[in-house]
């Protein structure tokens, strides 16, 4: 049980264009998602916060415009980087939170990470 | 907001060895500690996790203790072997979002 997915595993694409990453939770309603950014041999960042039905909270210095994030449905949110640029290249990571359930309101489940190469 | 600091940032240690890695926080308002173990290009893998009403959590070969009052928490990891190779991170829950240490990467010699 609790079990979250991300899709693409991994996404090369040019600069300037724009990447999406789906977050799911595959057996629990997630009520809450969070979007990491972790460099190589760095640790993890949060990046935003994000409930259901409302807008990210997003961590100072992330840019909103950016980093465009989306939480629908209680089993899916979605980061989407905008006119992306080398530097936005990283391992994205999302974890949900089941608030509703009965796993318990601190731990996070983790998605396998998608990493993300601009040329 | 919260800060957390972690120490060792490498540690190699003997197989059959015991390893310890150390956390601290700053913010006495958070109340969940849990610790990662991240393989390269993996998720991190949730490995133990102690709340703030306990002082001392045990599963297997590691353990967690956390001492509130100078707020700080640490993992032991006891009869090491070569699979314990990864990095470890620890993190601390403050205000619902998690706040992770700057991992400690262990290296099991054989």
């Known amino acids: 049980g609790a079990v979250v997915s991300q899709h693409p595993s991994r996404v090369i694409c040019k600069s300037g264009t724009s990447v999406k990453i789906e977050c799911r939770s595959l057996?629990?309603?997630?009520?809450?998602m969070f979007w990491y950014r972790q460099f190589p041999k760095k640790s993890l960042m949060l990046m935003a916060t994000s409930n259901e039905g409302s807008k990210a909270t997003y961590e100072q210095g992330v840019e909103k415009d950016k980093f465009l994030i989306n939480h629908a449905s209680l089993t899916l949110s979605t980061l989407t980087v905008t006119s992306a640029h080398p530097e936005d290249s990283s391992f994205y990571i999302c974890s949900a939170r089941d608030l509703l359930g009965n796993r318990g309101p601190y731990e996070q489940y983790f998605g396998p990470g998608t990493r993300l190469t601009v040329t | 907001g919260e800060n957390v600091e972690q120490h060792p940032s490498t540690l190699s240690v003997q197989e059959g060895d015991s390893a310890v890695i150390k956390c601290t926080y700053s913010?006495?308002?958070?109340?969940?500690f849990p610790w990662y173990k991240q393989e390269l290009g993996k998720r991190p893998q949730l490995i133990i996790d102690?709340?703030?009403?306990?002082g001392e959590k045990k599963d297997q070969r590691i353990a967690v203790t956390l001492n509130k009052t100078a707020k700080h928490f640490s993992l032991h990891i006891t009869e090491t072997q070569p699979e314990d190779s990864a990095v470890y991170f620890c993190?601390?829950?403050?205000?619902?979002?998690?706040?992770f240490g700057t991992g400690t990467r262990l290296t099991i010699i054989p």
């Open positions: 102690i709340r703030s009403n306990v």
């Open positions: 057996d629990f309603q997630a009520t809450t």
């Open positions: 993190a601390a829950t403050g205000g619902g979002k998690l706040t």
């Open positions: 913010d006495s308002a958070s109340n969940y």
